[in-house]
């Protein structure tokens, strides 16, 4: 695996990794996002119909918390997820949790890690972690870390050994790595954590970086109690810390804001789950992420995509549902304002839902709980993210990063 950087603007890292995967031959553009799946499928979506999306990820996300209560099966098997799971030809990366659940806290020791499954919770032991990436034969995979440090108020004491506890469950993880048959041509990546105190995101960074690991996984950011500017200073001065030619990847950031404001903090690789949120939420991605071709231009060009929907002011509120999970860059197609709305879900979305259906049917699927709703919302959420990433290279190639980010953030502005 090699990172080759062409540029970077405003902090934003553009580049390609390259030699992916055992045979060396995926790649996978940055900044990027894996692709997101539970139990190594991608919600709503069949392989068949997951594939008439365009430009999705090489690098396809698992979680062990998904996949920990089928060890035994997958053990027997033999041949790990990729095969077992029928998945196309990707390149597989393994994370200890899945971002879009919320695990209970509490249950971290200087041993062990849980996860929690269907069947509840599930205690880890080094040897039974790497047990179970053996069983899964990753092309990359995150160590074990104790990352329960991303709740406000928790103790610096309590933040140090976390620091601590991490970076002796790596060494554990790199001793079983190199035994294991199975790992050996997979590639570990070492977890940052260190909460929100400098000192210790600083030490923890420092000591991962020291260690033979394939790249760095950032861990504890996902808190909606962490204010969005102590995040990035905290993520800019760690990556400081960290080798220029190793990828960094941020678990449990999804929101356009937020993926920009981490990649300006030199932030690679992000998570996917965003999408998934807002299609179980019943909602659709409809924030603008095009810019102007040419500056002059500007003032002179066409509508944008949501004023052409008419949209800009039921972007920027939560449509009077109440849902405080919802977003500013979505729009709530179960309110009876879309009943009679016979428009594509976004004007000039290429995605299969917006060629094919209108706001009225999605919203008829939503309210008589047909599961084609979610098939048709989750198609567009993905294939709009995936384009929201694609614009986000083009605007750091071009140098227009700073009216990209404006255009995107207009959407997520409240009244």
């Not at 899964?136 to 601590?164: F, H, L």
Request: proline share 4%; hydrophobic share 35%; aromatic share 6%.
């Amino acid at each position: 695996m090699k990172l080759e950087l062409s540029r970077v603007v405003q902090g934003c890292r553009l580049g390609i990794l390259t030699g992916l995967g055992k045979s060396g031959q995926h790649s996978l553009e940055l900044p990027g996002c894996l692709l997101y799946t539970r139990c190594a499928t991608v919600p709503h979506l069949t392989q068949d119909t997951l594939h008439t999306l365009r430009d999705l990820p090489s690098v396809t996300q698992v979680s062990v918390d998904s996949l920990a209560e089928h060890q035994e099966v997958l053990e027997e098997f033999k041949e790990g997820v990729r095969k077992f799971a029928g998945l196309h030809d990707t390149v597989l990366f393994s994370s200890l949790h899945d971002s879009a659940n919320t695990s209970p806290a509490g249950h971290v020791t200087n041993k062990t890690v849980s996860v929690w499954g269907s069947g509840g919770r599930i205690e880890l032991t080094a040897n039974r972690f790497m047990a179970i990436q053996a069983a899964i034969q990753p092309d990359c995979y995150q160590s074990m870390a104790d990352g329960e440090t991303w709740q406000a108020n928790t103790s610096r004491k309590r933040v140090r050994k976390a620091v601590d506890r991490t970076l002796a469950h790596l060494d554990e993880c790199l001793v079983l790595h190199q035994k294991s048959q199975e790992l050996k041509q997979a590639e570990i990546f070492g977890v940052v954590e260190g909460g929100d105190i400098m000192e210790e995101r600083l030490r923890s960074a420092r000591e991962t970086a020291k260690r033979p690991v394939g790249g760095f996984v950032l861990d504890g950011f996902h808190s909606a109690a962490m204010d969005q500017d102590v995040r990035a200073q905290l993520i800019r001065a760690t990556s400081a810390e960290l080798p220029p030619e190793k990828p960094r990847l941020v678990l449990g950031i999804g929101r356009p804001d937020e993926v920009i404001s981490c990649a300006e903090a030199g932030v690679d690789l992000f998570e996917s789950f965003f999408p998934f949120q807002v299609t179980e939420r019943g909602c659709a991605l409809s924030f603008d992420y095009t810019i102007d071709p040419d500056p002059e231009t500007a003032g002179t060009s066409a509508p944008t995509v949501l004023e052409l929907n008419g949209d800009m002011a039921a972007v920027k509120k939560l449509n009077g549902n109440g849902d405080l999970n919802m977003t500013p860059f979505e729009m709530n197609l179960k309110d009876k304002r879309y009943q009679d709305d016979f428009r594509p879900l976004v004007e000039g979305c290429g995605c299969y839902c917006c060629k094919k259906h209108m706001r009225a049917y999605v919203h008829h699927l939503l309210v008589t709980k047909e599961l084609l709703g979610g098939v048709l919302l989750m198609l567009h959420n993905m294939a709009h993210y995936l384009g929201f990433f694609k614009a986000l290279r083009e605007a750091i190639a071009s140098e227009r990063l700073q009216d990209f980010k404006n255009r995107v953030l207009q959407c997520g502005e409240g009244d």
